[in-house]
Structure formats: structure tokens, C-alpha cells
């Protein structure tokens, strides 16, 4: 069923939270009271209000009516409830959730009173920077009624969702949005926001984002907004947020219907309705009672050309935590990936290669046996018999999952290319540039880049090795930068958002970024290519500090906007993986392979990329 947040969120620190924003002064004592009469009832768009935290945060309610649209049983357990009488405030939701913490006693379409504690719930915590949830909670709840009609559903369009995002953040407050009024006509998040709670629908839309494990999937209510060329839609900069985008969640236990599957580019087709709900991974979401039909669009695994004669074939994959202990299917998919998609490069910069005993934690760093059962795989599968150089790391110093020690790990084929081994390299020492007979060369190959900088500080450090094709030295830098991890959101309450991990990726860059400079001091024309997860867009400050001083160019920026991809996060088909290259490797052709991201059956998150180029 749909992964959801334990509600672990103190009412009292999200209030100690605004409080200290200044975003509650003055709420005890504001003319929306949270005390009820018999003229003047609270009401549920009272409890909203016109901001994204409630005038009543804090506050007890007595009496507040609605209708049932939807009741969740699993999870963070609870229900929704409407007004089916709205107020003339298009900025006021007229829906709102009850949490219970157990599963709820009332069924859709009874007509209920409500008394509790109106509070302001972070999904992910105050340290996530979300937006929250305005409910109630530690409920009274009586039934009045049953079988009544549910309010009409609002319906999400392309017309009704504004084309800009998010306001900019109030300075005095932080950069938090949360006081400013919402302007649900003008900006896209309070579009959604003035809905939160409500009844509302979309029609047939195209998915974005494909079934993940979580049981959720995303579509486009704007099926032209930075259309993809396979039905996605992509992130192209900072303010191209993609404002129809909308994650869609099961209120129906999986036990008694099973999720849809569906992949990117296909058709949500039909209605979708159900109360408006925000959560951690997904901000505004759609928690369907009826769901529509998913038609297959029939997309395809994509294969690219195999290398002619005189030109060598370069890719990067991260394999997703690879170890001896997956299944032989993992290790076999990603093997015919290679020879079958890939067309069996001439060298492979693997990402995420585990050590021998995957995540069990005793001190092995050695990956011999992961590297050699993929390297016997791709033989099996028709591919070439890969040699392969990687440097073991320390024990529990380069980040991931704990105990698994990932690495990077090339892979090349003999017979099209073979490599420069120069002895010495190892977890500690730091590899450098000199000078031999009038070309680059490495003091130690395969080596790592500075690996006491700080900037690698529990994250991969960059491998970098000499090839030699058809006698001309090629220098490859295979990197696994700082993950994203603890970045808010693009739906935070801080707009802009923070980045907070870019500051470690964008020294890694700086650091890339020196040596590719050494090397091309050494030798202007050298070939180098610095490939890898870089974990950041091809926008980002971080491409700009990897290419400073036009050492290297973002090859994926040579593809039509609609094909610049290798993962879809939430709806958004971004870019992570790239290869970069130097000034001399010109008239080359590059490919993001999409076998992977798009899919909801996937043997990696990532899309493999690669280059072809005649030295």
C-alpha cells in the first residue's frame, strides 16, 4: 500500500515553529474563534483560512460539519470531510482531514460533526521544510447522517492550473510562503493549496511518472508543458517546475484492488477523483476512491547504435547498489542491457558497484566477486569479455548504503582498447599529472583525485585511468558525486528552495574541474572525459563549476531539450547522469539510453549514457 510518514510531529513544535516565524501572532485572538454559538458555527474554511497555516493552529473546534469524500485505512489513518456549502473565498478550502490513528468508524457520504484539535502537520518534520497539512486532530466524531451526495469534485485542468509555480518567499520570515495570502489564480502551489482537503478530479492525462514500489504514479493535466519526446515531461531549469504535475495515490487497500502499473507516456484514461491530500515525497496528491484505466502506450527500451570502425564507445551506468547477493535476474538484465542497449561499449564507468558481501557491515571493501559475476553475465549474454581496474575503498568512508562500500568500476574491452597501468594507486594516495614525451600521462593509473580533500568527505571519490585506442592516450574520470539527500523539496515552504547538498557537489566540481585543467596543461589536446552520477542537472551550478574555464562541455546539452534526461523524480524527467568532454573530442554523438527511469519494472533508477567519438 502507499508508503506514508509516521505522524511523529508535535503539535506544539509546529506551532512553537510559526510562532517563532511570526506567522500565528495574534492567532488566539483573531474574529475567526475557535469557539462555536448557535448564530455563528466554525466552519471548515474558517479552520483553512487564506494562508497555509490555520487562523485556529492550536485551537479546539466544536461542531464542524461536512460530508465524507474519503476514508483511509492504512497509513496515517483517517478521513476527509466537506462543506458542501462554500464560501465565496476562492482562496479558502472547503475540505479538510481528520486524523484518527486508527481506522476511522465512518464511511464516504455520511454527513459528520467534528470536535478537536486544530493542528498543523509537517510530512517529513520541521527539519524537512515541507509545507504542512492543516487537520484535526484527536477527534470527536458524530454521525448525523449516512448516504448523502458528495460535494462536486473540483476539476484540475490545464486551464485551472496557473503557469507559474510558487510566489517568492517572504524574507522576514525566512523565505517561508506559508503567511503570504494565497492568489490560488495566479500561482500554481496556491492553486493546489486553496484545494488541499477537497473532493477533486482529473480526466484522462498522460503519466509522467511511472508505478513506483510505493504504489503511486504521476501525471500531466498539461500534456504540452516541457513535453518529452517518449511522454514525459522534463525539468529543464530552476523555474521550470512543470505545474501540472500530480502525484496519484489508492485510497483502496492493495489487498482488495492492485495498483495500476503504468509507464511513462502512457494514459491515466477516464476520471480520477478523490479528496486532495499532501504528503512527504509527493507534496499535492490525489488520493483516488475511483481511479481511472491506465492504457498501455506501448513504450519501448531504447537501443543505441554500436561504435564504427575508428570510433570508441565510452558509457556510465549506475547499477543501483550492485552485490553478489542479488538475484541472478538483476545481474543478468543489467548484463543484456550493456550488450543488447548499449551495443557493448568499449569502456563501461560503472556507479554503485557494492563490495563482496553487499550491506553487511564487517570490514570488507574488496568487490572482486560483484565486478567478475557481472563481467561472467555479459559474456553469457553475447558481450565481450570485460577486463576491468577500480581502487577498493576504506571501510565505511565513501557514503551509501551502510556497510556496502559502493564504488565506480571500469570495465573495458581488450580487443578495442586496452589500459595504462601505472602502480601505486590506492584508497589514500592522490594520483597526478606529469608530463611524458610531449603528452599527459597519470603518476598512477587507475587513481583517485585528491582523495583527502574534504569535499569527498563520506561520498565517492572520483577514479580516474588512461586508456590508449589505436595508440592516442584517452583519459577518463569516473565520478559518484554527493547525493541530494536533505535538499528541500521543490514543494517546500521555502521558495526558493534550499539545496543544502550543493555546496559539497560544487566543491567536487571545483576539484574535477583543477585536475581536467592539469591535464590539458600537460597536453592541450588531451581526451578526457569525466563521466559518472553526478547527482546534479545540466543547468546546475554544479555542471557550471565542472566545465569553469571551458575545460569540459555537458555532451547531453548536444540532444533536442525533449531527450535531455537519465531519471524522472516525481513527475519531472531531469537530468543526473552525464558525460562531459574536453575541447579536442569533437563531431561526437552522444545518447541517453532510456531503459530504466521511464519504467515501472526497472533493473536501475538511472538511464545509462554514452558517447561515441574518434579520438
Known sequence: MPAASSRTTAVSAVVTAALAAGLLTGAATTSASASTTADAPVRIHDIQGSTRISPLVGRQVEGVAGIVTGVRTYGSKGFWFQDPQADADPATSEGIFVYTGSA??????????????????????????????????????????????????????????????????????????????????????????????????????????????????????????????????????YTSQNTGRLQIQSLVPLAQQPFPKANVGDVLSGTTEGPLDFSQYGGYTLTARTMGTVVDRELRRETTRKQRDGELAVATYNVENLDPGDPQEKFDALAAAVVDNLASPDILALEEIQDNNGPKDDGTVAADRTVEKFIDAIRAAGGPAYDWRSIDPEDKKDGGEPGGNIRQVFLFNPERVSFTDRAGGDATSATEVVRERGRAALTVSPGRIDPANPAWESSRKPLVGEFAFRGRPVFVVANHFASKGGDESIFSQHQPPTRSSEVQRHAQAETVNTFVKKLLNAQKNADVLVVGDINDFEFSGTTKALTAGNVLYPAIKSLPRSERYSYVYQGNSQVLDQILTSPSIRGFHYDSVHINAEFADQNSDHDPQVIRFRP
Open 104 to 237: 476511522p468508524t465512518v464511511a464516504v457520504g455520511d454527513a459528520v460533526t467534528v470536535s478537536g484539535t486544530v493542528t498543523e502537520y509537517v510530512p517529513g518534520g520541521l527539519d524537512s521544510g515541507n509545507q504542512s497539512l492543516t487537520q484535526i486532530s484527536k477527534p470527536t466524531v458524530t454521525v448525523v447522517s449516512s448516504g448523502n451526495a458528495l460535494p462536486a469534485p473540483v476539476r484540475i485542468t490545464s486551464r485551472s492550473v496557473p503557469s507559474r509555480y510558487t510566489p517568492e518567499g517572504d524574507p522576514a520570515a525566512g523565505g517561508s510562503i506559508n503567511a503570504l495570502p494565497l492568489r490560488p489564480s495566479r500561482y500554481a502551489l496556491d492553486h493546489y493549496e486553496s484545494l488541499e482537503g477537497m473532493n477533486v478530479e482529473v480526466g484522462t492525462s498522460r503519466v509522467v511518472g511511472a508505478t513506483d514500489a510505493h504504489a503511486e504514479l504521476w501525471v500531466t493535466v498539461k500534456p504540452h508543458e516541457n513535453d518529452a519526446r517518449r511522454g514525459g515531461t522534463v525539468y529543464g531549469s
